[in-house]
């Protein structure tokens, strides 16, 4: 099934670690290994032996004695593991990097089984932010099924998951005061049967925490998305008065953009917002909330009386300035709980003059260009741009009219791993840019373990992208091999189709 797999660390490793040594001598992991870890690293030890265990459990005792030593260092910024016949040590200043180096370590287990080269590696990451999006209000994806893609994504170092929880087609958030949405929103006729049947599913408040528990034990943080103030037929679909028009709304079955938006001349939308948004900061610990900002008609606003009457008390030229100024009082009702508001980059459109609040995280989607004015304009930027290999809904061959994925866009793993985030027009605004992500739309996407083919192997290439400083397109090709081993060691699927 794969191909040759080198005997050299530095020859399979994905993300490659930037700084690595060859070794003679093999090591033998096995459960008479004896593992010596500082107290302020235990439950990285903890989680480490878990994640390995589900997936290479130990056969038989080793031959002798070994041992692995965790502890701190003051290096600041990198991690160091050196692996010899007898002894393995990490060090590294913090607990995230501790972990970064023992997911290395475990990469390499999966790659060679028990027994493993010796190497000594100095590693650090080339971005803050390494993430990956996947949108489950389209298609409902389990909570068991994140925590799989989660541990792979761990694995080649991603540290940001961003949860897109609602959308036109799905409401997947439980609220705590609104059982009429959790209810209503969260289902959707199915389409595929002549009987009448639905699909879809809320995620309840035990699963959710369950998801961000064990995201925090592999260090990555979970970004919440909500959808302002397009993308909301499916909470029309329970609240039509929310909506310019006021009628009955039916929850889409297909993909799209949708004229029927969230009525910004009604304070009760701002008023719900306000609630739904404490909810979100009170489950999800993570300093970022997305506030969503894309692909808004104003075809509404033109014609709804409160929507202009909001327009003139404000002295807005344009429905477009009309999104603009809401997109500004969610960012603040986001900020007011502590929170850094994230949104796609129309959030820059118009808001020049309404007081964008300047925590805000700009996620460059549309193209590089915003990003580039995000920065200009003094923003933290993610770059997520479609059209340059980081959309996994796209496929891999658009040619290819039997595969999976979006019919008009692709998505070449050479173009995920050529990707990267700092564009040459940011000049001295460069030091802006957080990082990058990848996306999943899942318009067509019929089941949770259908992700896992459309994220890999694009998502290795660009993590590792976002992880090293010196890239290798023929070297990366190189360790396919030791990729998809990895992969199916964890029981991952993965696209099995040409590199080049």
């Given at each position: 099934?794969f191909t040759t797999?080198s005997?050299?660390?530095?020859?399979?490793?994905?993300?490659?670690p930037?700084k690595?040594?060859?070794?003679?001598?093999?090591f033998?992991?096995?459960?008479?290994t004896?593992?010596?870890?500082?107290?302020?690293?235990?439950?990285?030890?903890?989680?480490?032996i878990?994640l390995?265990?589900?997936?290479?459990?130990?056969k038989e005792?080793?031959?002798?004695?070994?041992?692995?030593?965790?502890?701190k260092s003051k290096?600041?910024g990198k991690?160091?593991l050196?692996?010899?016949e007898?002894?393995?040590?990490?060090?590294?200043?913090?607990?995230?990097l501790v972990?970064?180096?023992?997911?290395?370590l475990r990469?390499?287990l999966?790659?060679?089984?028990?027994t493993?080269?010796?190497?000594n590696?100095?590693?650090w990451?080339?971005?803050e932010?390494?993430g990956?999006?996947l949108?489950t209000?389209?298609?409902?994806?389990?909570?068991?099924?994140?925590?799989r893609?989660?541990?792979?994504a761990?694995?080649?170092h991603?540290?940001?998951?961003?949860?897109h929880?609602?959308?036109d087609?799905?409401?997947?958030f439980?609220l705590?005061f609104?059982e009429?949405?959790n209810?209503?929103?969260?289902i959707r006729k199915?389409?595929?049967?002549q009987?009448?049947r639905?699909?879809?599913g809320?995620y309840?408040?035990?699963?959710i925490?369950d998801?961000?528990?064990?995201a925090t034990?592999l260090h990555i943080?979970?970004?919440?998305e909500?959808?302002t103030p397009g993308?909301?037929?499916?909470l029309l679909h329970?609240?039509p008065e929310?909506?310019?028009?006021?009628?009955e709304?039916?929850?889409?079955?297909?993909g799209?953009?949708f004229?029927?938006?969230?009525?910004?001349g009604?304070d009760?939308?701002?008023e719900?917002?306000?609630?739904?948004f404490?909810?979100?900061a009170?489950?999800?610990?993570?300093?970022y909330?997305?506030i969503?900002g894309?692909e808004?008609p104003?075809e509404r606003?033109?014609?709804?009386p409160?929507?202009?009457?909001?327009?003139e008390?404000?002295?807005?030229?344009?429905?477009?300035?009309l999104?603009s100024w809401?997109?500004?009082?969610?960012?603040?009702?986001v900020?007011?709980?502590g929170?850094i508001?994230?949104?796609?980059d129309?959030v820059l459109d118009?808001?020049?003059?309404?007081?964008?609040?300047?925590?805000?995280?700009?996620?460059s989607?549309?193209?590089s260009?915003g990003?580039?004015e995000?920065?200009?304009?003094?923003?933290?930027?993610i770059m997520?741009?479609?059209?340059?290999?980081?959309?996994y809904?796209y496929?891999?061959?658009k040619?290819?009219?039997?595969e999976h994925?979006?019919?008009?866009?692709?998505?070449?793993?050479?173009?995920s791993?050529d990707f990267?985030?700092?564009k040459?027009?940011?000049?001295?605004d460069?030091?802006l840019?957080?990082?990058?992500q990848?996306?999943?739309w899942?318009?067509?996407?019929d089941f949770?373990r259908?992700t896992?083919?459309l994220?890999?192997p694009?998502?290795?290439a660009?993590?590792e992208?976002?992880w090293?400083?010196?890239?290798?397109?023929e070297?990366?090709?190189?360790?396919r091999?030791?990729i998809?081993k990895?992969?199916?060691?964890?029981?991952?699927?993965?696209?099995?189709?040409?590199?080049?």
């Open positions: 099934m797999i005997n050299k660390p530095s020859k399979v490793l994905s993300p490659m930037n690595i040594v060859d070794k003679k001598g093999e033998t992991f096995s459960q008479d004896m593992i010596y870890v500082e107290p302020q690293f235990s439950q990285e030890a903890e989680t480490f878990d390995l265990l589900e997936d290479l459990p130990y005792k080793g031959s002798g004695e070994n041992e692995l030593y965790i502890k290096v600041k991690y160091h050196e692996i010899l007898d002894k393995i040590t990490i060090s590294a200043e913090n607990n995230e972990f970064m180096a023992l997911e290395t990469s390499l999966l790659t060679y089984g028990h493993i080269p010796c190497c590696i100095t590693d990451p080339k971005c932010y390494r990956f999006m949108d209000a389209r298609h409902f994806v389990t909570a068991n099924e994140i925590k893609l989660l541990k792979a761990s694995s080649i991603l540290n940001y998951f961003h949860w929880l609602t959308d087609q799905g409401w997947r439980p705590s609104d009429k949405v209810k209503e929103s969260s199915a389409i595929d049967y009987e009448e639905f699909e879809g809320l309840t408040e035990e699963e925490k998801v961000i528990n064990y034990k943080t979970i970004i919440p909500i959808e993308h909301a037929m499916a329970a609240h929310f909506g310019c028009v006021g009628g709304y039916e929850i889409p079955t297909t799209g953009i004229k029927d938006v969230l009525c910004v009604n009760e939308v701002i719900y917002f306000k609630k739904v404490a909810d979100v009170r489950i999800f610990p993570g300093k909330i997305h969503g894309d808004c104003h606003y033109e014609t709804c409160k929507c202009q009457k909001r327009m008390e404000n002295k807005l030229k344009s429905a477009a300035e999104q809401m997109t500004v009082q969610i960012a603040k009702i900020t007011s709980l929170k508001p994230v949104g796609w129309e118009n808001t020049q003059t309404l007081g964008l609040p300047k925590e805000v995280v700009v996620m989607w549309r193209g260009q990003g580039i995000a920065a200009k304009r003094g923003y933290k930027v997520s741009p479609s059209i340059e290999g980081v959309y809904d496929r891999y061959d040619s290819n009219d039997d994925g979006q019919y008009w866009g692709e998505s070449t793993i050479k173009m791993y990267e985030p700092i040459k027009e940011m000049g001295d460069a030091h840019v957080l990082g990058g990848g996306n999943l899942t318009e067509r996407v949770g259908d896992e083919a994220y890999f694009r998502l290795v660009l993590a992208s976002l090293t400083e010196k890239k290798n397109w070297a990366f090709k190189a360790k091999g030791a998809e990895r992969l199916a060691s964890q029981d991952i699927m993965f696209w099995s189709g040409n590199w080049s």
